[in-house]
């Protein structure tokens, strides 16, 4: 039986191929990773798709922001020469039934009117709502899109430490929290966990890291750029083999 790895492929597998594309979700599939993680953005023309950064020109061979293009436009732009920007809805297609998807929205104020009720379309298109979880750093984007889908699963994501936080997740439903793992400490991870909250440690990357996972943290839902490394891991420490 093929053991399944407890863990979010962060953007897909992005140490061994392009991230938020196709084949680096169908890499994290294929490590039989349990979740993914991916972050959409607006086109023009008012298109969810995949990509980090709010520009191009990290990834691809174009210049200039994301919300400057059309879709068309942005599928004339190559990534490493081999692949295009994907949409969200090629990635549910990709990984309808497959593995449980972390779906950030890049929201940032008003900067993308209607990202949420976009992404909400897409995932019901695609029959995607039970193996999605939208998340994001906007948290006003995250409590909208509670107020437009009552049955969404919900994740908030920080760069530090934020216990002030769990009486507005109670009121939104939402139970996940992605927390920069230099903040946490054995204290946040029991309040979490006395309120139900899944948590979720980012980025867990080196050998350090997950033997810090392990000790303290076992029963995480961690945040992965290394995929590889993260399975052997894994697979040698039967004490973070939860829930899976």
């Not at 392009?18 to 990773?33: G, H, I, M, R």
């Not at 599928?75 to 081999?82: D, E, L, Q, V, Y």
């Amino acid at each position: 039986m093929i053991v399944k790895i407890r863990g979010i492929a962060h953007r897909g597998y992005p140490v061994k191929y392009p991230e938020n594309t196709l084949s680096s979700f169908q890499a994290a599939v294929d490590l039989s990773f349990t979740h993914l993680e991916l972050d959409v953005h607006l086109s023009k023309d008012g298109i969810p798709v995949l990509m980090h950064d709010y520009a191009i020109e990290r990834m691809s061979d174009g210049k200039g922001n994301i919300r400057d293009y059309t879709l068309d436009e942005l599928k004339r732009f190559s990534i490493k020469g081999i692949e295009t920007i994907p949409t969200l809805e090629e990635a549910l297609i990709l990984l309808k039934g497959k593995i449980s998807i972390l779906v950030e929205l890049k929201q940032c104020g008003d900067l993308y009117p209607g990202l949420e009720e976009k992404v909400l379309e897409i995932i019901h298109k695609t029959d995607t709502l039970d193996q999605s979880r939208i998340i994001g750093f906007d948290h006003f984007s995250i409590a909208k899109t509670r107020h437009l889908n009552k049955d969404i699963k919900l994740g908030l994501c920080c760069s530090g430490s934020m216990p002030y936080v769990f009486p507005f997740m109670e009121e939104i439903n939402c139970d996940f929290l992605g927390v920069q793992l230099r903040f946490m400490t054995p204290q946040y991870a029991v309040m979490m966990q006395e309120r139900g909250i899944i948590s979720g440690p980012w980025p867990v990357d080196t050998l350090a890291d997950m033997e810090l996972i392990a000790a303290k943290y076992p029963t995480d839902l961690i945040t992965t750029n290394e995929l590889e490394r993260w399975a052997e891991f894994y697979r040698n420490h039967t004490e973070l083999h939860v829930g899976v």
